[in-house]
């Protein structure tokens, strides 16, 4: 029998890049006396205050975590929150978390970000959040979402798990909060930097950023400005209802190594779009994702839209074809009204979000992440343009 062909290396869709700085930043910190409630996670969160431009962050657990306290924080009446049906299902989860009835209005096609005109039609007097998602790095329209807030007392806060790095048209960094109340970012191993798992959410308000602390940590608080009592150095108080919530100093240590890599990583994020925009210009069943002359964007996914039916393919037959030739893709994101829970609970249906749901019949995200060498880029281009 001749010998079985070696297994085909499989580049994926997105993949964490660690190096030896990483390793020895988690290494001190194990060999440190403390693995959680300590320095690390303080100085993460001052290093990314800094970077974007804000006066206050709170690393938690993961970036749910970060929506549901930074919604939780708000102490906001019941009502509606509206948000995008382009994301994953954590964005309006969070709004379901705090008792908010999750509304979604329709995407802009032209950056498959949260439409302004959309949200705006979607407002009620019961509106009492609106949280758009930088999908795939690029900032949504922030000032147009401020101006229709402030007109009816509406909170924002900005679901960048995929933008840090990025920054809005005009400049600053995405999570500074001149826009918003707060912004929360998401560090999963598949996002321009990771912490193994891990959030944060970043904000300008002093108030709702001590709230922020004690949700993160039971509700419970040390600090001796703010007991009722203080019989002795053992005394804390619940002073509300609160999560274990918190990072690690093993994830804290991670996450500032990587920070301070993040132009790096953005750089070559930047250089591989690049590239895939020359490669796949001209093509005319395949539509690029959104460019940005001028602004800056640190782009987490490389989402192409694919006319699979005049290439003659289904989308699992064109998944398949480049998982063969070494490719791999995902696809971002099952539109969150679609799924059974959401219809369920909420009503919703197939056909109220036609921009979205367009979107979703045509989407493939590419392989995108710092550590892809020059001749994995040129392999996926090679695999895509070879399947017409």
Not at 11 to 19: V, W
Not at 33 to 48: N, R, V
Not at 72 to 81: K, R
Request: glycine share 8%; charged share 15%; net charge negative.
């Amino acid at each position: 029998m001749p010998p079985e062909a070696p297994p085909v290396r499989v580049i994926p869709y997105g993949r964490q890049s660690i190096d030896a700085e990483d390793e020895a930043a988690v290494l001190a910190v194990l060999r440190s006396p403390l693995l959680t409630q300590g320095p690390a996670t303080a100085a993460f969160e001052a290093d990314l205050a800094a970077h974007v431009g804000a006066k206050y962050c709170v690393a938690v657990a993961n970036g749910t975590a970060a929506l549901h306290i930074a919604m939780a924080g708000l102490e906001m009446e019941a009502g509606e929150g509206i948000t995008t049906p382009n994301t994953f299902v954590a964005t309006s989860n969070a709004m379901a978390y705090v008792g908010l009835t999750p509304v979604f209005a329709d995407i802009d096609p032209a950056t498959l970000n949260l439409s302004p005109t959309a949200t705006r039609a979607a407002l009620t007097p019961q509106t009492r959040l609106i949280a758009p998602v930088h999908f795939a790095g690029l900032p949504a329209d922030m000032p147009a979402f401020q101006a229709m807030a402030a007109d009816r007392d509406i909170r924002i806060i900005e679901d960048a798990s995929h933008a840090i790095g990025s920054e809005y048209v005009g400049g600053g960094r995405v999570g500074n909060c001149r826009h918003s109340d707060a912004t929360v970012f998401s560090f999963h191993p598949v996002k321009t930097i990771t912490a193994g798992e891990g959030g944060a959410i970043t904000t300008n308000d002093e108030a709702l950023y001590q709230r922020l602390l004690m949700l993160r940590s039971h509700g419970i608080t040390r600090d001796p400005a703010r007991l009722a009592d203080n019989p002795g150095p053992w005394w804390y108080e619940q002073q509300a209802l609160g999560f274990n919530y918190r990072m690690t100093e093993i994830q804290a240590a991670l996450g500032a190594s990587q920070l301070r890599k993040l132009d790096h990583f953005m750089a070559r994020r930047q250089a591989i779009v690049a590239r895939y925009h020359q490669a796949f210009a001209g093509l005319n069943w395949l539509v690029r994702p959104p460019e940005t002359p001028g602004q800056s964007v640190c782009q987490h996914l490389y989402v192409v839209q694919i006319d699979f039916d005049a290439i003659g393919r289904t989308r699992p037959q064109v998944m398949a074809t480049l998982l063969a030739q070494g490719v791999g893709t995902q696809v971002h994101y099952i539109p969150v009204h679609l799924q059974p829970w959401y219809r369920q609970s909420f009503g919703t249906a197939a056909g109220q979000y036609p921009a979205a749901e367009a979107y979703y019949d045509r989407a493939l995200s590419l392989p995108l992440f710092p550590a892809m060498s020059d001749d994995d880029v040129e392999q996926v281009i090679t695999a895509v343009r070879g399947l017409v």
